[in-house]
């Protein structure tokens, strides 16, 4: 349960199901490597209509290993949108390809089709093999057109849906889930105590590409393999039966592995999950409300949903026009903290950070749709415990520090 006298803009909400869930993963002969793993891939991979789930040890890793299952590496080119964490490009790095910005819609914080189509163009030696796009604050990409685009060039697209367990969107008069589409090939999912369910730390890649998913378990487990050897010579004993002690590292892998304490939480928390995104669809909700009756002149906004999707609100994100209203965000963010209310920024444009900017010699002005956005963005609290007094307390709270922006401050005496 949330400090009554400070509110944060994310928290965990654990049960005491969850704790038993744990405690008998404790007492159980398996800490990690046991039956909790598989059984919580399964239960995912049936509630997102996925054909495989693979469990891994958190989100970050998940888009390494979806890059390194593509064989992704130098002189290939990815795209990705510069409204995301630094995970979402970090994983290009990491196997050795570059990262390309397309810009994003500044209403939705989306990536925007039009830019990637403009990338793609350009791409005349087709180096461009993959696109990430992410779905921001929990509201699907649009990636019937993104994948669209990628199959016309050839490329793969992993959407980074770290924010959109239990979102999804229609195309052609069907719905589908995020992570079980045919509009994507590697579907990344966190499960960060702030997320809609969480496994303390923790991650999963959906697919429905069967061989996509043994690469992703190879590289999840040191690229060690049981099976399918390729020197059959040490495998198997003179009588013609596989040595028992025997395994092969066929590849250069990472212990990614999730605990099965880990999964144990995370099959527990599943198990309510629609009741949760309904609590933040809720919650969403009385924002919206409140913000027209606080706000009538439309100066404080929530971000454009599509028609044509399930939003699956893992953040609730307000644009403000600081400087229009002549306050800076940093004194919003403090005075709404001296008040209880905890905010936060999502995010700084990726392509801004120092690391970025020396290797990509991006600079403030190339991407006009994530800068403007970002200089106007504020999320609020959103968490299934909160109530409909805390909900009212913050746009209160909101509403009079942005009245009182022009009183001049008070002098200590």
């Known amino acids: 349960m949330a400090d009554e006298s400070f509110l944060p803009y994310g928290q965990q909400h654990i049960t005491d199901d969850d704790i038993q869930s744990v405690v008998e993963a404790l007492r159980s002969d398996w800490l990690t490597q046991g039956p909790a793993v598989p059984a919580f891939e399964h239960a ?3 509630y997102a209509d996925a054909e ?16 390194l299952a593509l064989g992704l590496g130098p002189g290939d080119v990815v795209i990705t949108t510069p409204n995301t964490f630094v995970a979402t490009a970090n994983c290009v790095r990491m196997v050795g390809a570059e990262v390309r910005f397309a810009d994003i819609d500044p209403a939705t914080g989306l990536i925007d089709p039009n830019s990637i189509a403009r990338l793609l163009e350009r791409d005349h030696d087709h ?27 050839g490329a793969w697209v992993v959407d980074d849906a ?24 590697l579907t990344v999912l966190s499960f960060h105590p702030v997320k809609h369910i969480t496994t303390g730390e923790g991650g999963a890649i959906l697919t429905h590409h069967p061989d996509l998913a043994e690469r992703l378990r190879l590289f999840r487990n040191h690229g060690i393999s049981r099976q399918g050897f390729v020197c059959p010579e040490l495998a198997v004993s003179a009588d013609g039966v596989t ?5 092969e590292m066929q590849e250069l ?29 809720e919650i969403a909700a009385a924002y919206a409300g409140l913000l027209q009756r606080q706000f009538p002149d439309g100066d404080i906004r929530p971000l454009a949903t599509g028609r044509q999707v399930s939003h699956a609100y893992h953040l609730y994100v307000v644009r403000i026009p600081f400087e229009r209203l002549g306050i800076s965000r940093a004194t919003v963010m403090n005075r709404l903290r001296a008040r209880g209310v905890g905010t936060q920024v999502h995010y700084i444009p990726v392509h801004l950070h120092p690391y970025y900017r020396r290797l990509c010699g991006t600079k403030p002005g190339d991407f006009p749709g994530a800068e403007a956005y970002y200089a106007e963005t504020l999320t609020l609290p ?13 746009m209160a709270e909101l509403a009079s520090v942005l009245s009182a922006r022009k009183q001049p401050a008070a002098v200590a005496r």
């Not at 990430?132 to 509201?139: D, E, K, L, N, Y």
């Not at 892998?253 to 669809?281: M, V």
């Not at 959103?382 to 913050?394: A, H, M, Q, S």
């Open 52 to 67: 495989e789930c693979v469990a891994v040890g958190n989100g970050t890793a998940a888009l390494h290993l979806a890059m």
């Open 44 to 46: 995912l991979a049936d």
């Open 127 to 153: 180096a461009i093999k993959a696109i990430i796009p992410v779905h921001f604050a929990g509201q699907p990409a649009d990636l019937p057109a993104i994948y669209q685009l990628a199959d016309r060039h």
């Open 253 to 281: 892998g990472h212990n990614y592995r999730l605990t099965d304490l880990q999964a144990a939480l995370g099959r527990s928390q599943l198990t309510r999950l629609p009741q949760i995104i309904e609590r933040r669809r």
């Open 382 to 394: 959103l968490f299934p415990e909160l109530t409909g007094v805390d909900i009212e307390r913050v």
């Open 243 to 247: 040595n028992p002690w025997y395994y």
């Open 162 to 185: 770290c924010h959109a367990l239990g979102a999804a969107y229609q195309h052609d008069g069907a719905w589908y889930r995020v992570g079980g589409n045919p509009h994507s090939d």
